[in-house]
């Protein structure tokens, strides 16, 4: 099993920045895919941004050029970088981890953390 504890959110005001930290335990070895995921009130959850084992990243549209995924394997850790925040980007914030053993796949959720961007 995979543990993921995200901290970072708060309240900033339009245009300001916020750095996410997404913290793996358990079996970290097994993690193909980290992601971040945001749902707004009354919205479905979509997902933000994404790193694989490789290092590949992927990003919604919306958030492209202000927000940056990245890790630290020495610390287990996944990143989120927010930048020129804007009152659309409030929501709830989850962490996200895919995970490949043998033939077995699981998907794994933090608890989320709430970001609010308002002046």
């Known amino acids: 099993q995979v543990h993921l504890v995200e901290s970072g959110g708060g309240l900033v005001q339009p245009g300001g920045s916020l750095r996410l930290s997404c913290a793996a335990s358990?079996?970290?070895?097994?993690?193909?895919?980290v992601g971040w995921y945001r749902q707004a009130p009354g919205k479905e959850r979509q997902l933000v941004a994404a790193i694989t084992s490789g290092g590949s990243t992927n990003y919604t549209d919306s958030v492209k050029g202000r927000f940056f995924i990245s890790r630290d394997n020495a610390k287990d850790t996944v990143y989120l970088q927010m930048n020129s925040l804007k009152p659309e980007d409030t929501a709830v914030y989850y962490c996200?981890?895919?995970?490949?053993?043998?033939?077995?796949?699981?998907?794994?959720w933090g608890q989320g953390t709430q970001v609010t961007v308002s002046s």
């Open positions: 358990g079996l970290i070895f097994s993690i193909k895919i």
């Open positions: 996200y981890a895919h995970t490949v053993v043998a033939d077995t796949m699981d998907d794994y």
